[in-house]
T-cell receptor, first 114, second 113 residues
Framework: KQEVTQIPAALSVPEGENLVLNCSFT??????LQWFRQDPGKGLTSLLL?????REQTSGRLNASLDKSSGRSTLYIAASQPGDSATYLC?????????????FGKGTKLTVNP | NAGVMQNPRHLVRRRGQEARLRCSPM?????VYWYRQLPEEGLKFMVY????????ESGMPKERFSAEFPKEGPSILRIQQVVRGDSAAYFC???????????FGQGTRLTVV
């Protein structure tokens, strides 16, 4: 059974700091991994998707890496800003026979202090 | 191109009533997924549908819950005889194929009183 763990559960940093969020998964047979952002009371915004054959993806100040063999992914946020404050969710997709089930971690709640 | 649209955004039901949650996928997407987020919990998969077919409902409670995605119109998640424990945020997602990027709606927050 696939399990996704995110560490830390919460993180508070001063503005401008570079930071890393961690995600680990127990079953390395994945098709892809997605990082999402969730603001309080809102939906999920997809940030980055990494296919299983890829090692990393970049979008602006965000960089996500994937080490499938060790079951790990990291989300690197450069020069953090107060607007980055949100909960960041990691999810893995292990599609079998055309059935997609995204398995989510519980998230890391990030607070960036001005 | 509008994103995934869910309505209503907030729904209050008394115990024993029925709740109907609607989801319109992104244009061109025929794969729809429903997830539930309980307070202080992660999102949990409920059901995966393609047009007129339920592909995987392994995450759906065996009783009171049902889902459909008709040929025309939105996908519907239906909860009969709601109980307090059904209070949660219900999210719908859609994708172009089964292993491409999933896009989520804003969610429906169900409160059972």
């Amino acid at each position: 059974k696939q399990e996704v763990t995110q560490i830390p559960a919460a993180l508070s940093v001063p503005e401008g700091e570079n930071l890393v969020l961690n995600c680990s998964f127990t079953d390395s047979a994945i098709y892809n991994l997605q990082w999402f952002r969730q603001d309080p009371g809102k939906g999920l915004t997809s940030l980055l998707l990494i296919q299983s054959s890829q090692r990393e993806q970049t979008s602006g100040r965000l960089n996500a890496s994937l080490d499938k063999s060790s079951g790990r992914s990291t989300l690197y946020i450069a020069a953090s800003q107060p607007g980055d404050s949100a909960t960041y969710l990691c999810a893995v997709n292990r599609a079998q026979g055309g059935s997609e089930k995204l398995v989510f971690g519980k998230g890391t709640k990030l607070t960036v202090n001005p | 191109n509008a994103g995934v649209m869910q309505n209503p955004r907030h729904l209050v039901r008394r115990r024993g009533q029925e709740a109907r949650l609607r989801c319109s996928p992104m244009k061109g997407h025929s794969h729809v997924y429903w997830y539930r987020q309980l307070p202080e919990e992660g999102l949990k998969f409920m059901v995966y549908l393609q047009k007129e077919n339920i592909i995987d409902e392994s995450g759906m409670p065996k009783e009171r819950f049902s889902a459909e995605f008709p040929k025309e119109g939105p996908s519907i998640l239906r909860i009969q005889q709601v109980v307090r424990g059904d209070s949660a945020a219900y999210f719908c997602a859609s994708s172009l194929t089964s292993n491409t990027e999933a896009f989520f709606g804003q969610g429906t927050r169900l409160t059972v009183v």
